[in-house]
């Protein structure tokens, strides 16, 4: 079984929402923190959005502030994205990760990845 895996994406009209879902398993989720990436084709994976443990402070990329929400319940080892008002060049993989180092926006700060959801938006 794969330690992270996420669900969610899917094909939405520009302006419209998703809501992504990371769920853990057999690994220790409620000690760190956690993020979400995006990798576009032929585009580098970039940082999008990550929360600390305690959901004590949350990150965002500057192209997702105010539009994206992270959110974590430990209880049930799953990390959230909730994506509003979304745009075509947000269309990408979608992947979450478990956070081992201190700068979050550096995926190699992350051990543990999941497969990655596709989400498209269509203009």
């Known amino acids: 079984q794969e330690p992270l895996v996420e669900s969610g994406g899917g094909l939405v009209q520009a302006g419209g929402s998703l809501g992504l879902s990371c769920v853990a398993s057999?690994?220790?989720?409620?000690?760190?923190?956690m993020g979400w990436f995006r990798q576009a084709p032929g585009k580098e994976r970039e940082f999008v959005a990550a929360?600390?443990?305690?959901?004590?402070?949350?990150y965002y990329a500057d192209s997702v502030k105010g539009r994206f929400t992270i959110s974590r319940i430990n209880a049930k080892k799953t990390v959230y994205l909730q994506m509003n008002s979304l745009k075509p060049e947000d269309t990408a993989v979608y992947y979450c990760?478990?956070?081992?180092?201190?700068?979050?926006?550096?995926?190699?700060?992350?051990?543990?990845w999941g497969q990655g959801t596709q989400v498209t938006v269509s203009s």
């Open positions: 929360i600390t443990w305690n959901s004590g402070s949350t």
């Open positions: 990760a478990r956070q081992w180092g201190s700068d979050y926006r550096q995926p190699n700060m992350y051990d543990y």
């Open positions: 057999g690994l220790d989720f409620s000690t760190y923190a």
